[in-house]
């Protein structure tokens, strides 16, 4: 069992940046692959990054390549998104989830804890 949360979302401008945290629970962390999700409204759960058990691989979505950076630290049970040259459409509602899979996943369905999620907009 994982518990999520994130914290670290807010209102910035266009061209900003924010970072996101995600603090997990138990003592398993380093078991389980991380990913960050969003949603807008209106729209479908989005797949952002994931990064690997041990933290040597990451996977972006396109829209964010470059821009956005992964990473972990298992020592403290955290995952981070650091988020830079943010852009309106980047507004979302933000989720860290864990998944079990050996590999690295950008499906929401192969990820079974879910975090409450934080809120990023960006004005433009």
């Known amino acids: 069992q994982v518990q999520l949360v994130e914290s670290g979302g807010g209102l910035v401008q266009t061209g900003g940046s924010l970072r996101l945290s995600c603090t997990a629970s138990g003592r398993t962390f380093s078991t389980y692959g991380m990913g960050w999700f969003r949603q807008a409204p209106g729209k479908e759960r989005e797949f952002v990054a994931s990064?690997?058990?041990?933290?040597?691989?990451?996977r972006y979505v396109d829209s964010v390549q470059g821009r956005f950076t992964i990473s972990r630290d298992n020592g403290k049970n955290m995952v981070y998104l650091q988020m830079n040259s943010l852009k309106p459409e980047d507004s979302a509602h933000y989720y860290c989830a864990a998944t079990s899979a050996f590999y690295i996943n950008a499906a929401a369905t192969r990820y079974e804890y879910w975090g409450q999620g934080t809120q990023v907009t960006v004005s433009s």
């Open positions: 990064i690997s058990r041990s933290g040597a691989s990451t």
